[in-house]
């Protein structure tokens, strides 16, 4: 499975942003698919994960202010992410795993990252 990751950017604090992961091959659904984010100096962090027909499961600081779904016709998983806050910045990762995990040692396939900065 190859992801790539997309969405990122620069926005202030209170905004939104909508991050995108598209997945290769064609047992897409049969994935659980995460998100995860690492900021400067820090281990990389578990954000959200969906299981195969949607359904998620966040981090504390993640829930309330972001939402995961996915498109399986579209291979996509999503990351709306609002009331952005200055402490979210970081590089965020896609990535797949075959069964329910939330820490990265337990993800097979990982995406490129893509680059999320909160302005204060």
């Known amino acids: 499975v190859q992801l790539q990751a997309s969405g990122g950017g620069l926005v202030q604090a209170g905004g939104s942003l909508r991050l995108s992961c598209v997945a290769s091959g064609r047992t897409f659904s049969r994935y659980y698919m995460g998100w995860f984010r690492q900021a400067p100096g820090k281990e990389r962090e578990f954000v959200a994960a969906a299981n195969g027909s949607g359904g998620g499961y966040y981090s504390d600081s993640a829930k309330g202010r972001f939402t995961i779904s996915r498109d399986n016709a579209k291979n996509t998983v999503y990351l709306q992410m609002n009331s952005l806050k200055p402490e979210d910045t970081a590089v965020y990762y896609c990535?797949?795993?075959?069964?329910?995990?939330?820490?990265?040692?337990?993800?097979?396939?990982w995406g490129q990252g893509t680059q999320v900065t909160v302005s204060s």
């Open positions: 990535a797949a795993t075959s069964s329910y995990a939330y820490t990265s040692a337990q993800y097979d396939y």
